[in-house]
């Protein structure tokens, strides 16, 4: 556990990709399968589960100490973060410790105290942790504390986060597998793959995992892994006859398997989400066997030119099993942009001019072939006209008019690679959204920013002259303007609803937003999609602000 | 809170006064006789008639203030007739020429501690504990989550965290007055002997803390550098003002690190955009806090600087000490 508690502190400490990948793979190299494989589930973010709620392990610290609740509540204020106040504060009520250089981590106390921290972490998250959770009462304040003796501030700052199932590392999978391709000289697409299946923090998984290519047994249901566009930054090289140019839908990635007499579909999160689309995988059913497509899960109505906006699939993705009523008010499709496997053949390295072709008349003989509704829900991303570069901005620009994002533009030469890689893959998005709208409300950030107010409430004024909150959003200023705002609103506070301060209506922000929808929900009868601050409009008094009517004019009409 | 009508100290709109003395300590304005702690600039300013300071400060407040002022250098411990009033200046730990002052009339004493630190520090001398009736402490880092390490420890984090990154140039970001000294003497106390290299801000530091023969590592200006000479592999120190301006364009692909004791808590690491934060600090930890208001012996508790109200509040209910924060005082 100690091992496992300095990569974190290293992986906290370092800003580079590759000193990450470096602290990861030197810790892999030098670990048993047994704490490998925990801490690669730990690591890639499957270890959510709460043993013990923040607020109980409080009671444990704070029990038998002179510090009132009222002062561990300033202090939390301060952290931001349950678990590492706890882990100060611990410290912090021990006796002394005599200071004398050394130790792993530098929080060495020389002669340390016989501490469960040498323990394996496997022991730790399938002994240790679990069987203090299981207990209650003194006997678990007691179990506790005798997990907590001798450990360093970050030591404790990690079991506390094992304890309560909070603890993020900052490292995405890719890193860590880079990591162990590294180490085991395996391709990362391959460890990837063999990753979606699933992974339980065994040895025997660990060691499946990194075991050499060719030992791998098929499964049935495990998908590919997706290859990711980068966005495009200058035209692409070549001629634009070689280059596939395709709407940029606004749903959710998918892979729709046909293998083994079943059907598979899985999101980009490596989420399996059959139960959620009853009727895709009832429509999986008419693909030949030995088939993988690649596209978008989308609602699309019947006899609708265009797929819904994003918030009707949020609703369908609320669900693992939808009713009726849900699943005819907000239809589901599947819009394939490329064919992964066929005939049973893993068909990625061909280029995407083949792949193309061959997805092109599958589905359009399985609709001529199996012209039932199911079929129908299977459609061919259209491949939109583009011959020449001049065409692509006039392409652009109506892809809001086609409820697109954006474009496309996928190398017809291409193979099907895996992950984020640039050059073959590009995605072109419209301008977003912006409105100009008055800051109306303001809540501390939590974690890193608990101490500063960086959560925003906006308004745009109605009919009446009065503001209406319209979006909040959280992100887009600096450290600078964070920190000017953050005391201005509170020299400019008018009220107080717990931790919210509404402020004056002064100052006005530029929003910029990728999609806007009706919603009887919303105050102001609109829904924004990703907001974000695009500037601090200084320059704006709050009466020019943006209007309501604004933002439907623009619901119609689409940005531009 | 004010302080009650007829003590030996008030609060006026210039800061906290001794009518008995006719001195202001660490006054934020212009007033005929200043009283000064130490020389960081909140609680050194300039346009007094007459500075009351300790000798060791004399160089660097003479080039804050003006060559000119009219500064009046004493020694620690030693006691001053000044008005009707017995002063003494008692060393605070916090920087080089830093004091706690101590005044006495009309038989009541009080303690200013000004800012003050109990960890031992090769840049400074050591926090001297004075007892009075009153004592009026700083609460910089007034929460029990602060504790600090010895700065020996945190001077091996920073040699190790230098050492492993022999490509690329080491950016350490820290005060200037102080703060800086300081780590250059933990380094050099535990054995650093490598030229490091300075921002302008803290090279002019310099002169003063070798006057004082504080035991120092070689140091020059990074402006003092040959054109393309390399900077891998170098220990850079520079004030938190530096980072990310245009002087630290010059340094290709730098690890950075933040020295302070606000560097306890990830959140504010995080949120300066540092890659490694250090916890080293000049201002007195929390058992610190708490061991110099006992060692005090006042029977009167006033509090200022950072969290006066929690430290206050923990005084009166925890320790049973009559205590209060103290109104009208700045941020540390
Ligand atoms: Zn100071
Ligand atoms: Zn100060």
New binding site residues.
């Given amino acids: 556990m100690r091992r496992f508690a300095a990569l974190y502190s290293a992986l906290d400490a370092s800003s580079g990709t590759t000193a990450k990948v470096g602290a990861l793979a030197a810790y892999f190299d030098d670990t048993d399968a047994a704490d490998a494989a925990w801490a690669l589930h730990v690591l890639l973010g499957k270890q959510g589960k709460r043993l013990i709620t923040g607020r109980r392990l409080r009671e444990i610290c704070l029990a038998d100490s002179s510090l009132p609740e009222w002062l561990f509540d300033d202090c939390y204020a301060q952290v931001g973060d349950s678990a590492e106040t706890i882990a100060l504060l611990w410290r912090q009520l021990q006796p002394e410790a005599p200071a004398a250089p050394g130790g792993r981590d530098g929080h060495g106390n020389g002669e340390r105290q016989e501490t469960l921290a040498a323990e394996p972490l496997h022991r730790w998250l399938e002994e240790l942790l679990p069987a203090a959770a299981a207990l209650e009462g003194e006997a678990q304040a007691e179990a506790v504390r005798e997990l907590w003796l001798g450990l360093s501030a970050n030591e404790l700052l990690v079991a506390n986060k094992l304890l309560t199932g909070g603890l993020r590392v900052g490292v995405g999978p890719g890193l860590v597998l880079r990591a162990l391709a590294q180490l085991s000289g395996l391709e990362t697409a391959l460890l990837q793959h063999r990753l979606m299946g699933g992974f339980s923090p065994s040895p025997q998984a660990y060691r499946h995992l990194l075991a050499p290519a060719n030992q791998t047994e098929a499964v049935p249901s495990r998908p590919y892994p997706f290859f990711l566009a980068s966005p495009l930054e200058d035209l692409p090289p070549g001629a634009a006859e070689d280059w596939l140019a395709e709407w940029k839908f606004d749903g959710i990635r998918g892979q729709l398997i046909r293998r083994a007499g079943q059907a598979f579909l899985w999101s980009r999160g490596e989420e399996l989400i059959n139960g959620a689309f009853p009727e895709l995988i009832a429509a999986a059913a008419c693909l030949p066997e030995g088939t993988v497509l690649d596209g978008e899960v989308l609602v699309w109505p019947q006899g609708s030119d265009r797929p819904a906006p994003f918030g009707q699939l949020q609703r369908r993705l609320g669900r693992k099993a939808p009713g009726r009523a849900l699943l005819a008010a907000c239809p589901a499709a599947f819009v394939a942009y490329d064919l992964l496997e066929w005939q049973g053949d893993d068909w990625r390295q061909r280029p995407l001019r083949q792949r193309r072709a061959a997805l092109e008349s599958l589905i359009s003989e399985l609709q001529q072939a199996t012209p039932t509704p199911a079929a129908g829900l299977l459609r061919l991303s259209p491949r939109l006209p583009l011959t020449a570069w001049d065409q692509l901005e006039p392409l652009r620009q109506q892809a809001a008019a086609a409820a697109a994002e954006g474009l496309m533009l996928k190398d017809l030469d291409s193979p099907y690679r895996a992950g984020r890689r640039r050059g073959a893959w590009w995605k072109h998005k419209r301008d977003p959204y912006t409105l100009d709208a008055v800051l109306l409300y303001a809540q501390a950030g939590s974690g890193r920013r608990a101490n500063l107010f960086t959560d925003y409430s906006f308004g745009l004024w109605d009919g009446d002259g009065r503001l209406v909150t319209f979006a909040k959003a959280y992100s887009g200023l600096d450290d600078g303007e964070i920190t000017a705002l953050d005391r201005w609103i509170r020299q400019h506070t008018t009220e107080r609803f717990g931790p919210v301060r509404a402020v004056e209506p002064l100052q006005v922000f530029e929003l910029a937003f990728e999609g806007l929808q009706q919603s009887p929900r919303h105050k102001s009868g609109l829904a924004v999609r990703f907001p974000r601050i695009r500037r601090w409009r200084h320059d704006k008094p709050a009466q020019e602000a943006d209007t309501l009517a604004t933002a439907l004019a623009l619901l119609e009409r689409g940005p531009c | 809170m004010a302080l009650p009508a007829g003590s030996l100290l008030e609060l006026t709109p210039q800061g906290l006064y001794c009518p008995a003395a006719g001195a202001w300590i660490d006054p934020q304005q212009p007033v005929p006789r200043a009283l000064i702690t130490h020389a ?1 600039a ?2 050194a300013r300039p346009g007094c008639g007459e500075y009351w300071a300790i000798g060791a400060s004399e160089t660097i407040l003479r080039q804050r203030l003006g060559a000119t002022i009219n500064l009046i250098p004493v020694d620690y411990g030693a006691l001053h007739r000044i008005g009707d009033a017995r002063v003494s200046f008692h060393s605070a730990g916090h920087v080089l020429g830093s004091a706690q002052i101590r005044l006495e009339a009309g038989g009541e004493s009080w303690l200013v501690s ?2 003050y630190k109990r960890c031992a520090d090769p840049s400074c001398t050591p926090f001297a504990p004075v007892t009075a009736d009153v004592f009026i402490t ?1 609460a ?1 880092f007034g929460l029990p989550i602060y504790r600090w390490q010895s700065g020996a420890t945190v001077a091996g984090e920073i040699l190790s965290w230098w050492q492993a990154a022999p490509e690329r140039p080491s950016l350490l970001f820290a005060y200037a007055f102080g703060k800086a000294q300081r780590l250059l003497a933990e380094l050099a106390a535990i054995g650093v002997a490598e030229e490091v290299l300075l921002h302008g801000a803290v090279e002019a530091l310099m002169p003063a803390y070798r006057e004082a023969g504080v035991v120092l590592p070689p140091t020059r200006a990074v402006s003092a550098l040959a054109k393309g000479e390399s900077l891998a592999g170098r220990l850079v120190i520079a004030p938190p003002s530096a980072h990310r301006s245009v002087w630290m364009k010059r340094f290709k692909q730098p690890q950075t690190a933040f020295v302070s004791g606000w560097m306890a808590v990830r959140g504010a690491r995080r949120r300066r955009g540092y890659e490694r934060g250090f916890v080293l600090s000049d201002h007195a930890d929390w058992p610190g806090l708490i061991r110099s208001v006992k060692q005090s012996g006042a029977r009167q508790v006033y509090v200022t ?1 950072g969290n006066s109200d929690g430290l206050a509040r923990y005084l009166r209910e925890v320790e049973g000490l009559s205590a209060a924060p103290l109104a009208g005082q700045g941020g ?1």
């Fill in positions: 960081h909140d609680h000004g800012d700083e910089t600087h540390p």
